[in-house]
T-cell receptor, first 107, second 112 residues
Framework: KNEVEQSPQNLTAQEGEFITINCSYSVGISALHWLQQHPGGGIVSLFMLSSGKKKHGRLIATINIQEKHSSLHITASHPRDSAVYICAVYTGNQFYFGTGTSLTVIP | DTGVSQNPRHKITKRGQNVTFRCDPISEHNRLYWYRQTLGQGPEFLTYFQNEAQLEKSRLLSDRFSAERPKGSFSTLEIQRTEQGDSAMYLC??????????FGPGTRLTVL
């Protein structure tokens, strides 16, 4: 049983498509993070949020605390968005990570 | 250099040997985190420091693992009597308080 579940595990999209990655968690949290990891590369933090919605460029992250659910949206997807997207939650003293969603955007 | 750095980037060792990794956080960051990531999996939390105090340790961190941050700046992670199951990418991140974490490039450990 994982504290953080992501879906889908793998996602292939055509360039320009709108993409949604989902994250559900089972623990009480003080913050949720969305991370991006390129193959062979390091991890970059995209968003940290505890309520509502945040937007950065073509990326939008939302969270519903009552439903224990968050979504990461990518508008007008581009091949350079191809990466693994990881959801992580912070309970106040521990971090739990999802196994990631591998996104491939085809030109 | 404004990023998180980790050394070495790669380490190959024989089973039973001890290894030590170093992480240099962003200088003004008071929190430092260690994670482990195996192939195809998300990172797993190991431990974190606020300044020099180790505030939390995961149950994944066996007695063979120890981490220090003696002066509240850089941190070391030591693994004693390495096992093949310790092979993974060891990631370090730092943050200012509970803010955004910035990750280092990781140290890839291979235990033969």
């Amino acid at each position: 049983k994982n504290e953080v579940e992501q879906s889908p595990q793998n996602l292939t999209a055509q360039e320009g498509e709108f993409i949604t990655i989902n994250c559900s968690y089972s623990v009480g949290i003080s913050a949720l993070h969305w991370l991006q990891q390129h193959p062979g590369g390091g991890i970059v933090s995209l968003f940290m949020l505890s309520s509502g919605k945040k937007k950065h460029g073509r990326l939008i992250a939302t969270i519903n605390i009552q439903e224990k659910h968050s979504s990461l949206h990518i508008t007008a997807s581009h091949p350079r968005d191809s990466a693994v997207y990881i959801c992580a939650v912070y309970t106040g003293n521990q971090f739990y990570f999802g196994t990631g969603t591998s996104l491939t955007v085809i030109p | 250099d404004t990023g998180v750095s980790q050394n070495p980037r790669h380490k190959i060792t024989k089973r039973g040997q001890n290894v030590t990794f170093r992480c240099d956080p962003i200088s003004e960051h008071n929190r430092l985190y260690w994670y482990r990531q195996t192939l195809g999996q998300g990172p797993e939390f190991l431990t974190y420091f606020q300044n020099e105090a180790q505030l939390e340790k995961s149950r994944l961190l066996s007695d063979r693992f120890s981490a220090e941050r003696p002066k509240g700046s850089f941190s070391t992670l030591e693994i004693q009597r390495t096992e093949q199951g310790d092979s993974a990418m060891y990631l370090c991140a730092s943050s200012l308080g509970v803010g955004t974490q910035y990750f280092g490039p990781g140290t890839r450990l291979t235990v033969l």
